[in-house]
């Protein structure tokens, strides 16, 4: 009997509890609707569908504390408040200059019918291409302060399918390549990770405005159910906050297909803080920069002192004059510093953010620059010894603006775990790049960079959550396997920029380095790109500050080429994706701000591709010179032909298709020359 009683005990308990939607909303064009619902042990649940299709099954809400009861069950609802907004605001630079915020807003409150009686608060905001949901936490009885261990937040997409996603907690950060295995394969991935379900819908999940909070991952623990997996920190709880804060939102988009999800990456954007620096026209300046960089990643020049020190007067003084020779604005200096010699990987301790090394001549440098009309880019790494970083901000930035120095970028090159904290009571402590301590430096950067009216280019950094909003001088930031990785063993396959588009690029701009026409690495090695797919990343891969990373001597080699990295912007006054699949080929076109002018990037994976694109972005009743760079008959990245280019013009206007033939591992690049346009943008 006994044995009986057993058995049906664990079979109720292996039933689903019984659930009530207690709140719904949908998006304002009615496709998109998220429920709300509670079961029979009060546990709290969201689902989301789109266009009567399931793409999120129930998922669980709620969190586990360090020093307290989870927060998961015994809840009631009490209320549910329902709003909408449309309004427009403008970037001050971006991929778009307006952009149109048209949300539903749902408020659901919940409280614990029992125990402690805690409240929480959820709040979603439902697009017609995503949704966005965060948590609030009152101060209250019973919760005066969050000691988080991790949020129990679940995703459980409703089909299986393909995931494109690449891997958290490995010790190279967040530089790997991204997987494509099916849904219900995935380990546990970093944001942005992406999906396309069965039935074809692509999702992509995601975080805005990661603030004072640990970074967000995903854990697969059953089937195609995934769970919020918190970057821990040097403590035990992996967020501690005094209770009255909410959480980052949590965002999933959802579209038909790939290029649907980058459209629907604005809702990153409209979930953060607007503009809290005011009118920054006078000092952020998006452009193009050369760089004493190239030489260093192929061995040719050192960072360190010595008789191949790349960042010598000398050296310095050569790319000024070829930046100004070609209107690009900036020059990037790395190795310029004291600190670089010896062993600094993980142990940056010796750094000097305003001490040059004896053979820079930080002085005449910048008279020299400001004469030809360029600005020198700085460089701050810090080793991953971010404490010592800290107590020479305002020198560092003091530093870069006394030297006319508008954009810092900076570095935190150790391994995953392994930044070094130290506290003022002289205690030691290792951090991850994403964990609250360092989402919280990060911060502290960007504030007072902006103090002194200087913008950051982060590498080695937090992922991109659409800050850029609330702080436009953070610019740019790494955060992935760019161009250097190509002058290495182990090199980006040809389908890397594909996949990055529609994952990686959907957080916010990249950092990628690209215009190596050389396409050669280190030892010589042979990039496995085609000419034409160089030129098509300046499109494809959008930041608001680009190098062009080959050395002079390069781009002398290749004039023709260069002309189009001469010619195209990095400040877009609209952006269009025409067509694309995840991992395999895209095609964008973006507007140069303040310029009739289009620009067209297209670029694909190891496989060559025809597609078909109709230039219905053009102005009506205009003829455009379509300048074409495009893959040559016998381009093929495996071979010698992989510098074969076509260079040619021809009349377009709107209506009119092209054909895009894509060598293997290669791309075409287009500008659309509007008549009467002289501008070149920078």
């Known amino acids: 009997m006994m044995r009986m009683f057993a058995s049906l005990l664990a079979l109720v308990a292996a039933q689903p509890a019984l659930a009530e939607v207690v709140a719904t909303a949908a998006s304002p064009d009615k496709a998109i609707t998220v429920a709300v619902s509670i079961d029979n042990d009060g546990r709290a649940t969201y689902a989301v569908t789109r266009k009567g299709k399931p793409v999120i099954a129930d998922s669980a809400l709620g969190f586990l504390f360090t020093d307290a009861p989870k927060l998961d069950r015994h809840f009631a609802l009490v209320d549910a408040r329902t709003t909408s907004a449309d309004t427009s605001w403008t970037q001050p630079f971006g991929e778009w200059q307006t952009i149109r915020d048209r949300h539903t807003q749902l408020v659901v409150r919940l409280k614990e019918k029992d125990h402690d009686r805690r409240e929480m608060q959820v709040t979603f905001r439902i697009f017609d291409d995503g949704v966005g949901f965060r948590y609030t936490l009152p101060d209250q009885p019973g919760l005066h302060h969050a000691n988080i261990a991790d949020e129990l937040t679940e995703f459980a997409l409703a089909e299986d399918g393909t995931a494109w996603w690449k891997p958290a907690y490995g010790w190279n950060r967040e530089e790997y390549l991204y997987e494509a295995t099916p849904i219900s394969a995935v380990g546990t991935a970093q944001t942005v990770a992406t999906f396309r379900l069965a039935g074809g819908t692509h999702v992509a999940i995601h975080e805005a405005a990661l603030v004072d909070y640990a970074a967000m991952n995903l854990q697969r623990f059953q089937g195609t159910r995934f769970k919020a997996n918190l970057t821990p920190g040097s403590g035990v709880p992996k967020v501690s906050r005094d209770a009255g804060f909410s959480t980052p939102w949590r965002t999933i988009a959802i579209a038909d297909d790939a290029p649907g999800l980058y459209h629907a990456s604005r809702m990153t954007l409209n979930l953060n803080e607007p503009n809290r620096l005011g009118d920054t026209s006078s000092w952020i300046r998006p452009g193009k920069f050369v760089g004493v960089w190239w030489n260093m990643i192929t061995g040719k020049w050192t960072w360190s002192r010595g008789p191949r020190h790349g960042a010598t007067t000398a ?50 440098l910048q008279r020299y620059a400001k004469s030809k009309g360029v600005y020198l880019i700085g460089h701050n790494e810090t080793g991953g010894s971010a404490s010592h970083y800290d107590a020479q901000l305002d020198r560092a930035f003091k530093y870069a603006q006394d030297h006319g120095i508008p954009v810092v970028k900076t570095g935190y090159v150790t391994d995953a775990g392994q930044i070094e904290r130290t506290d003022p009571d002289g205690s030691q402590h290792r951090e991850w790049h994403e964990g609250q301590w360092m989402v919280n430096h990060y911060a502290r950067v960007v504030e007072t960079a902006a103090k002194y009216h200087v913008s950051i280019d982060s590498h080695e950094p937090v992922k991109d959550t659409g800050l850029r909003r609330t702080w436009p001088n953070w610019v740019a930031r790494e955060g992935g396997r760019g161009m250097e990785y190509m002058s290495w063993a182990g090199k980006n396959p040809p389908n890397h920029e594909a996949n990055m588009v529609f994952t990686q690029l959907l957080g916010g701009p990249m950092d990628f380095t690209p215009g190596i026409v050389s396409l050669k690495g280190n030892a010589g090695s042979d990039i496995p790109s085609t000419l034409a797919k160089q ?148």
Do not use: C
């Open 315 to 364: 050296n310095v003084k050569r790319y000024i004059d070829f930046a100004a020779a070609n209107s690009i604005p900036g020059v990037l200096v790395e190795g310029w510093n004291v600190g670089w010699d010896g062993d600094w990987f993980g142990n940056g301790k010796d750094m000097q953010f305003d001490q040059p090394t004896e053979d820079f001549d930080a002085a005449e």
């Open 535 to 682: 030129l098509a990343n300046y499109v494809v891969i959008y930041s608001p500050v680009v190098m062009v990373a080959d050395t002079p001597e390069a781009y002398a080699r290749y004039p023709g080429a260069f002309r189009f990295i001469r010619d195209v912007p990095t400040d877009w006054s609209e952006t269009r994706v025409l067509n694309g699949e995840v991992g395999h080929y895209v095609t964008i076109v973006r507007k140069a701000r303040g310029s009739d002018d289009w620009f067209l990037g297209s670029v694909g994976d190891e496989q060559a591709r025809t597609t078909t694109v109709r230039l219905d972005f053009l102005d009506p009743g205009k003829t455009y010179t379509a300048q074409i760079y495009r893959d040559g008959p016998n381009a093929d990245y495996r071979t010698a032909d992989r510098h074969a280019i076509t260079i040619e013009s021809k009349p377009v206007r709107r209506g009119d298709t092209l054909t895009l033939a894509l060598a293997p591992g290669g791309g075409q690049a287009i500008r659309f020359v509007a008549p009467g346009s002289g501008t070149r943008a920078k």
